[in-house]
């Protein structure tokens, strides 16, 4: 093991030197200006009455002190109280330190009210000059987070920890194009010093993050036929990024051996990796339960005066440049575009904002720790570039600012409990074009309606980032006073958000098709337990597919025979994905040579929907059509969504294989390079082959 590729010694003393510098600044900057407001505050306030300005200086030095002594106390009564306390409690605590500051400090007085509007001018003006000359960079919240805590003595040091970082929807082409730039500096250095290497993946179909996660951290893909999918075992849809159903997603995918089960934290994931302690994870998530470590980073984040106005600085910051910028493509008359809604604005600045400094927060508390691998999820440029497109100045700025986390946890490492080694990987790419509704005048739901002569049930639901602040909200958890009272209005609006994107079973069974789209893939299917085969879909509804195969905004669609035969068809053609035999026109040609192996894998798989229908790709712009309202998308074949990232250790990237093909390969990957840093030594059982794989589907169609 080396001790270069985790983290250098350069950096170690840089990291140092930088944390150094600006505690001093910050302390500097903060007791100068509060000794000035609290000189303003004794001529302004009759009841505050001081002797000398070196007793002001003295009750604003002694107040910093007691400010670092009465913050953790504040922050565990935050914790249990719950988390609607933390700015009542932010509020009153500077009138509370003040003034028992005042009562330390001799020739000085004041009464309580008094000490409190002095307590709240000086902190007032004291949290904008720290905030302007420190608070606001992200090296003054990794300074705050490097002095939380001393990491603790872990009992195998010689063991290598890994941290794994998901850019969640970054695009290889679009990271390696920022590279070139110049744009995202922490990376650049890593890889042209030689330190990284920076490799292209490519994710299994569908292109969607629970399969992507699923693969990665629990070893297997089989069951994830989109992001939402009817599932005809509990005869309703399930979406991964609602806690109940990620919780059964997992549940049958979990052997117990996943990517983080030896002393592992998953952090803001869809799944576990079998992880012991889970934060801000999707099938962990419950609002009986939810973290005292998640409420305690929470409180202590919003108790500081870096975090606190840094937090409300960016919340509105995001807030304003989002509506800014949406109008900014409505009056350039940018294109491919869809309208963005306040709704997306706050979304938007709770993922590139809090959820971000909240996820680096419990990464460093993990690190000091001395864990010995985490995992977490960064949904800041997928989210943006869902909305506004892979290259727009949004998307490449939330690309930038992942970077300096990056940047954030390297320096971070310098003072963890073990060496760390840094990866990121991309769960899957993106690719962008106008809605297929906007283009074509019809979603795909109505489309197959007026194919089939009958109505069909839709479901929708295309902010995926919802569920991010929902995990969040369902981790502060219920325990303490706020969370009583406002678990009865939380629930309501769970159920309503439920009933409406119809992730709860029906009262009734349906026999009505259901048609449900993951980016630019549908999704088609007949209620019941068993799969209809191409025949018998084409016996009711003879219009169907073919309709659908000529359709202009339909690249191919794909299902097996009433032999288990798996077929793709398109306008022209028809192709054997077992054998590659083609009639007429090859519908895949298009969309790469890997297209018939995943496009197989997929259909061939038991939990696969009656019929798979992929949007069509423009062979000049590379763009696609997607089945929900959205610029970027990703989910089936086509453009830049089937191309990932993986950023590793120059000594750990020498055992990656030239060619990665699917989440489930990667998983192997990501165990090797635990064995190269000393963990996971034993030799586990490899994960079984997904059934059918020999090119036919068994049982019955």
């Given at each position: 093991?080396?001790?270069?590729?985790?983290?250098?010694?350069?950096?170690?003393?840089?990291?140092?030197?930088?944390?150094?510098?600006?505690?001093?600044?910050?302390?500097?900057?903060?007791?100068?200006?509060?000794?000035?407001?609290?000189?303003?505050?004794?001529?302004?306030?009759?009841?505050?009455?001081?002797?000398?300005?070196?007793?002001?200086?003295?009750?604003?030095?002694?107040?910093?002190?007691?400010?670092?002594?009465?913050?953790?106390?504040?922050?565990?009564?935050?914790?249990?109280?719950?988390?609607?306390?933390?700015?009542?409690?932010?509020?009153?605590?500077?009138?509370?330190?003040?003034h028992v500051a005042i009562l330390l400090v001799p020739g000085i007085t004041a009464t309580w009210p008094a000490a409190f509007w002095a307590s709240w001018v000086s902190a007032a003006g004291a949290t904008i000059a720290?905030?302007?000359?420190?608070?606001?960079?992200?090296?003054?919240?990794?300074?705050?987070?490097?002095?939380?805590?001393?990491?603790?003595?872990?009992?195998?040091?010689?063991?290598?920890?890994?941290?794994?970082?998901?850019?969640?929807?970054?695009?290889?082409?679009?990271?390696?194009?920022?590279?070139?730039?110049?744009?995202?500096?922490?990376?650049?250095?890593?890889?042209?010093?030689?330190?990284?290497?920076?490799?292209?993946?490519?994710?299994?179909?569908?292109?969607?993050?629970?399969?992507?996660?699923?693969?990665?951290?629990?070893?297997?893909?089989?069951?994830?036929?989109?992001?939402?999918?009817?599932?005809?075992?509990?005869?309703?849809?399930?979406?991964?990024?609602?806690?109940?159903?990620?919780?059964?997603?997992?549940?049958?995918?979990?052997?117990?051996?996943?990517?983080?089960?030896?002393?592992?934290?998953?952090?803001?994931?869809?799944?576990?990796?079998?992880?012991?302690?889970?934060?801000?994870?999707?099938?962990?998530?419950?609002?009986?339960v939810g973290s005292a470590q998640t409420r305690r980073a929470l409180a202590w984040f919003m108790l500081t005066p870096t975090g606190f106005s840094r937090s409300l600085t960016r919340t509105l910051g995001q807030v304003a440049k989002e509506r800014w910028q949406a109008r900014a493509q409505v009056r350039h008359d940018l294109v491919p575009r869809v309208p963005r809604s306040w709704t997306f604005a706050l979304l938007r600045s709770v993922t590139n904002g809090l959820l971000r400094d909240l996820n680096t927060a419990l990464i460093a508390e993990e690190m000091q720790a001395g864990r010995k691998v985490i995992y977490v999820d960064y949904v800041d440029y997928d989210e943006v570039a869902h909305h506004a497109g892979l290259f727009r100045h949004e998307s490449l700025d939330a690309l930038e600012g992942l970077d300096r986390v990056l940047g954030n946890l390297e320096l971070l490492a310098a003072h963890a409990a073990r060496r760390y080694r840094l990866v990121v990987v991309s769960d899957h790419g993106q690719a962008q074009g106008q809605p297929f509704a906007d283009r074509h005048g019809v979603?795909?739901?109505?489309?197959?309606?007026?194919?089939?002569?009958?109505?069909?049930?839709?479901?929708?639901?295309?902010?995926?980032?919802?569920?991010?602040?929902?995990?969040?909200?369902?981790?502060?958890?219920?325990?303490?006073?706020?969370?009583?009272?406002?678990?009865?209005?939380?629930?309501?609006?769970?159920?309503?958000?439920?009933?409406?994107?119809?992730?709860?079973?029906?009262?009734?069974?349906?026999?009505?098709?259901?048609?449900l789209g993951s980016g630019n893939l549908g999704l088609f299917y007949v209620p019941g337990p068993t799969r209809q085969s191409l025949?018998?879909?084409?016996?009711?509804?003879?219009?169907?597919?073919?309709?659908?195969?000529?359709?202009?905004?339909?690249?191919?669609?794909?299902?097996?025979?009433?032999?288990?035969?798996?077929?793709?068809?398109?306008?022209g053609g028809r192709v054997d994905l077992a054998s590659g035999a083609v009639t007429g026109t090859d519908p895949l040609a298009r969309f790469g040579e890997h297209a018939r192996r995943v496009l197989l894998r997929a259909v061939l798989d038991p939990r696969a929907p009656d019929l798979y229908v992929n949007s069509s790709v423009d062979d000049h712009t590379l763009d696609i059509a997607a089945f929900e309202e959205l610029v970027g998308a990703h989910g089936g074949l086509g453009g830049w969504?089937?191309?990932?990232?993986?950023?590793?250790?120059?000594?750990l990237a020498g055992s990656v294989p030239e060619r990665v093909e699917g989440a489930e390969q990667l998983h192997q990957v990501l165990l090797g390079f635990l064995r190269q840093s000393g963990q996971r030594l034993e030799s586990g059982p490899p994960h079984p082959a997904v059934p059918g794989g020999e090119g036919r589907l068994g049982g019955e169609v």
């Open positions: 093991m080396t001790s270069d590729a985790p983290v250098s010694r350069r950096a170690r003393r840089r990291g140092r030197g930088r944390f150094v510098l600006a505690d001093l600044a910050r302390l500097l900057a903060t007791w100068l200006v509060s000794t000035l407001l609290l000189w303003l505050a004794d001529a302004l306030l009759p009841d505050l009455e001081a002797s000398s300005l070196g007793s002001l200086a003295a009750v604003a030095a002694v107040s910093g002190v007691v400010g670092s002594l009465v913050r953790p106390l504040l922050v565990e009564v935050g914790v249990r109280l719950g988390w609607l306390t933390v700015l009542p409690l932010a509020f009153c605590a500077q009138g509370v330190v003040l720290a905030y302007v000359l420190t608070a606001g960079t992200d090296e003054s919240l990794t300074t705050a987070l490097a002095r939380r805590g001393r990491p603790v003595r872990p009992t195998d040091p010689e063991v290598d920890g890994l941290v794994v970082v998901q850019l969640d929807g970054v695009p290889f082409p679009v990271l390696r194009w920022a590279v070139q730039a110049g744009g995202v500096p922490t990376i650049r250095r890593w890889v042209t010093t030689g330190a990284y290497q920076l490799r292209e993946w490519t994710p299994q179909l569908p292109c969607t993050t629970p399969a992507s996660q699923l693969g990665l951290l629990h070893g297997t893909v089989a069951g994830i036929p989109g992001f939402r999918w009817y599932d005809r075992e509990l005869g309703r849809v399930l979406v991964a990024n609602h806690p109940g159903d990620a919780r059964i997603i997992e549940e049958r995918a979990s052997d117990g051996r996943g990517l983080l089960c030896e002393d592992g934290v998953s952090i803001s994931n869809l799944f576990s990796g079998d992880a012991d302690n889970a934060l801000l994870t999707m099938s962990r998530a419950s609002p009986r979603d795909l739901p109505t489309l197959c309606t007026r194919l089939m002569g009958e109505d069909v049930h839709d479901f929708e639901e295309t902010d995926e980032g919802w569920g991010r602040a929902h995990a969040l909200v369902q981790d502060i958890g219920e325990e303490g006073v706020a969370g009583r009272l406002t678990a009865p209005a939380r629930r309501r609006v769970e159920r309503e958000g439920e009933d409406r994107d119809g992730s709860r079973a029906p009262d009734r069974p349906t026999t009505r098709p259901v048609v025949d018998a879909l084409t016996a009711r509804w003879p219009r169907l597919l073919p309709g659908l195969s000529k359709h202009p905004g339909v690249g191919f669609i794909a299902g097996i025979d009433d032999h288990g035969v798996p077929w793709a068809h398109g306008d969504q089937d191309s990932a990232v993986l950023l590793a250790p120059q000594d």
